[in-house]
């Protein structure tokens, strides 16, 4: 047993010199030390040893043991030393690396600019969840049941009783049912819409919703508002106008188009040869969209206004596919650092 123990000292010695890596370390450590290993193997034959030399085997192997420790400990210790972080010292003859720093992304920007202007003027700021129920999205807001507009083909349904809000109006009824009048609030948002995914639409997209509840508001305090919003967004000598339209929620209810100032009114492929560029919806609250919150449209009127930011953001920086906003290309952003 005494040439035993000398023999696995050798064979340990010769084995951990090509041990080069985390693996290997582990294999001789099953191999040798383990409690299924050679140095084990040997202890348990200790019992079968003549009782007088059992001492002096005994103390062989407790060193052969230690022995063996001692060679693992400073292979891993050797394997491990570089990624330690006191590798090569600093190479200063280097060029430097650039810090990066991020910057806001352009729809932020856009957004942050015409927030800016509302709360200049008064109004506050609420959001609500981009996760509706029917009843926020469509029915408070006087949607009739079978209006084209909850139409599968437009809405995300998540259930039978949640979907993905198509607009921010929802969030005029969730302020609505925790406030009383007088209101002015802007409401920024998300919104999705199940639409066909090209340069144009995109089937998420931004809006601004905004919201004017008191005793005596008129269409010409909208006006008011709402022009002066867009002569200092856009620029004092920017043509503008209404046109009549239909919202569920509004009665009257207007567009307001501006001049195109890509080609300044004469007509180009942006405004479809028209010469004016839709940018928001609006109009009076409709009495029913009061009465489903519980204001008393008797008492109070109120206005309420709809733009998407992320054609607002396109026309200003002249970005021809809405889906570059997406893409989270680090060349395209970069464009926007301010
Ligand atoms: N919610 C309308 C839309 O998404 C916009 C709008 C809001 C119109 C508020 C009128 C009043 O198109």
Not at 68 to 95: N, R, T, W
Not at 233 to 256: M, N, V
Request: hydrophobic share 40%; with cysteine.
């Amino acid at each position: 047993m005494h040439s035993e123990i000398t023999s696995l000292r050798e064979e340990a010695e010769n084995a951990i010199r090509t041990v080069t890596d985390a693996r290997g370390i582990d294999e001789f450590r099953v191999r040798f030390l383990a409690r299924k290993g050679s140095i084990a193997a040997l202890f348990d034959r200790l019992k079968t040893a003549a009782p007088e030399d059992r001492p002096a085997l005994g103390k062989m192997l407790n060193e052969l043991r230690s022995a063996v420790q001692q060679m693992l400990d400073e292979k891993s210790g050797a394997i491990q030393a570089p990624a330690s972080g006191e590798a090569a010292p600093a190479d200063l003859s280097l060029p430097g690396r650039r810090g990066f720093i991020g910057s806001k992304h352009p729809l932020t920007q856009t957004l942050d600019e015409i927030r800016a202007i509302f709360v200049s003027m008064g109004f506050g700021v609420a959001d609500g969840p981009e996760i509706e129920d029917d009843y926020h999205n469509f029915e408070a807001l006087n949607f009739p049941p079978d209006h084209p507009a909850r139409d599968m083909q437009d809405t995300f349904f998540l259930g039978p009783r949640a979907l993905l809000r198509t607009h921010t109006s929802p969030v005029q009824i969730r302020v609505m049912e925790e406030h009383q009048p007088p209101l002015r609030v802007i409401m920024p948002g998300k919104v999705y819409r199940n639409e066909a995914i090209s340069a144009r639409s995109y089937c998420m997209f931004h809006q601004v919703e905004g919201l004017c509840v008191d005793r005596g508001v008129t269409f010409a305090e909208l006006k008011g508002t709402l022009i002066e919003f867009i002569t200092r967004y856009y620029g004092a000598g920017l043509k503008f106008r209404f046109r009549p339209t239909f919202f569920p929620f509004t009665e009257p209810s207007a567009d307001i188009y501006i001049s195109c100032f890509i080609c300044g009114g004469k007509g180009c492929r942006l405004c479809k040869q028209s010469g004016w560029l839709e940018i928001l919806g609006c109009g009076m609250v409709d009495p029913n969209v009061f009465r489903s919150v519980g204001y008393d449209p008797e008492v109070y009127t109120g206005y309420a206004f709809g733009m998407g930011i992320d054609r607002i953001a396109m026309l200003r920086h002249g970005i021809d596919d809405i889906r570059l906003f997406f893409d989270n290309d680090i060349r395209f952003l970069n464009q926007f650092r301010q």
